[in-house]
């Protein structure tokens, strides 16, 4: 933290990662050193309890940080709290370091004196214990994930084969070798078979507090892993529990432009679906924001990343004729 006290002028440099910025920081203002060091200290302690982050970013732009500039406590917490457990005093603690307002906003003196930091605590085999009982839950989770995802491989293998059985059949060869000399009713049309179908869409498996916080994820992935895009999305008046979705306008500079639509679903076992649809636009450029963006989300995913599906995407369902528009490949399978 910040003990210097002999310069009496404003710092004006933006230091450090944006997403433990306080908010006079990103805003671009002159601002002072301490009160901005205790906003910072306060999303590490933050991530300490939780395991995730309370903001993306301190903008008007993040939900959750909104939630604090309105004074909106009461939401902030309840959001953050159906993934995590954060104790009353714990929750006064941040409540009062995540003021806007640098003026009013805690000390480290008063951070000191605050209830929380005189509480009991574990002792170190007591917290040995608990770290062990945690691990032990997680590997258990993990083996039963592993076994289901085996289980659904070992149902799919013994699905009906219609090509496992033996079947003759007579095929006539041309002889002729241009398409002049085929003429002939007797002549046979042999269609040029291409691996075509685009890569349309695909489903990403993440883990995440919520619907909303998945979504400003992949938001910030767009911003790391530095395309170029136009972003829009519907948070502002998103409903904690729904789904939520955005669309994205990307330019490329190796492939061109593309139109992707993402759709966060919540799905059972405390995991949700990301849905990647390439909405129109090139096929190359769709792949590359592909692989850019769900390598920036390793930490966050369930299992291995498949690649696109290479066929043409299912017609969304639901109410959005936008959404609903139809996706047809740049190379058409024609037989």
């Not at 170190?124 to 592993?146: F, G, I, P, S």
């Not at 690649?307 to 996706?327: C, I, S, V, Y």
């Amino acid at each position: 933290l910040s003990d210097d006290t002999t310069l009496a002028d404003d710092l004006t440099t933006q230091c450090g990662t944006r997403a433990y910025m306080s908010p006079e920081i990103i805003a671009g203002t002159p601002y002072e050193g301490a009160p901005a060091d205790i906003w910072s200290a306060g999303v590490v302690l933050f991530i300490l309890l939780a395991g995730f982050p309370p903001f993306q970013i301190a903008t008007r732009q993040d939900w959750w940080f909104r939630a604090c500039a309105t004074q909106q406590y009461e939401a902030f917490w309840a959001a953050h709290s159906r993934t995590a457990v954060f104790s009353p005093m714990a929750t006064d603690l941040l409540t009062r370091i995540f003021d806007v307002n640098p003026t009013t906003r805690l000390t480290l003196a008063e951070i000191w004196q605050h209830p929380w930091l005189h509480e009991p605590v574990l002792s170190e085999t007591a917290m040995t214990n608990e770290l062990l009982a945690r691990k032990e839950k997680v590997t258990l989770e993990k083996l039963r994930a592993q076994k289901a995802k085996e289980d659904k491989t070992a149902a799919a293998t013994t699905s009906f084969n219609p090509f496992d059985r033996n079947t003759h059949r007579s095929i006539h060869t041309l002889h002729s070798t241009s398409l002049e000399t085929t003429t002939s009713h007797d002549a046979m049309f042999f269609p040029a078979v291409q691996s075509c179908g685009i890569p349309a869409y695909t489903t990403l498996r993440c883990f995440a507090s919520t619907a909303a916080d998945l979504l400003q994820r992949l938001h910030a992935s767009f911003d790391k892993v530095g395309l170029r895009y136009t972003w829009t999305d519907a948070l502002a008046s998103h409903v904690p529990g729904n789904d939520v979705k955005a669309k994205v306008h990307v330019t490329t500079a190796a492939s061109g432009r593309v139109d992707v639509a993402l759709l966060v679903t919540e799905a059972p076992g405390g995991l949700f679906l990301v849905e990647v649809r390439r909405r129109a636009g090139d096929l190359f450029a769709f792949r590359q924001v592909f692989d850019l963006v769900s390598a920036d989300l390793s930490d966050v995913l369930a299992e291995d990343v498949a690649p696109p599906a290479k066929m043409l995407a299912p017609a969304p369902t639901g109410g959005d004729d936008e959404e609903a528009e139809e996706l047809i490949s740049d190379e058409a399978l024609m037989i």
